[in-house]
């Protein structure tokens, strides 16, 4: 199609016909694990514990006790200021 008689591409260089140097071995891709993460993971303490453990004694004892001599003598209750936490907004919240 040039004109002249030659084929379509007779004037484009001969490409080398030498293989390619081999190249370096490239290390492996490999996800290597951190033990030391933390996952958080969301379950609930019943299904944590089998149905014969130990655990579900005390869990059934301390249920049927009156700890309201314990809970008496805890400080932070609901609607306390927290003025040592955070003075200015205590002092603006009016709280003694």
Aim: with cysteine.
């Amino acid at each position: 199609m040039t004109g002249s008689g030659g084929e379509l591409f007779d004037d484009l260089p001969i490409p080398d016909s030498r293989p390619a140097p081999p190249r370096k071995a490239a290390a492996a891709r490999v996800q290597r694990p951190n033990r030391n993460q933390i996952e958080l993971r969301p379950s609930d303490l019943e299904s944590l514990l089998s149905e014969d453990h130990q655990a579900r004694l005390v869990w059934g004892y301390v249920e049927r006790q009156d700890l309201s001599p314990l809970y008496a003598g805890i400080k932070a209750v609901d609607g306390g200021c927290v003025k040592r936490m955070m003075p200015i907004a205590g002092c603006a919240a009016g709280c003694r």
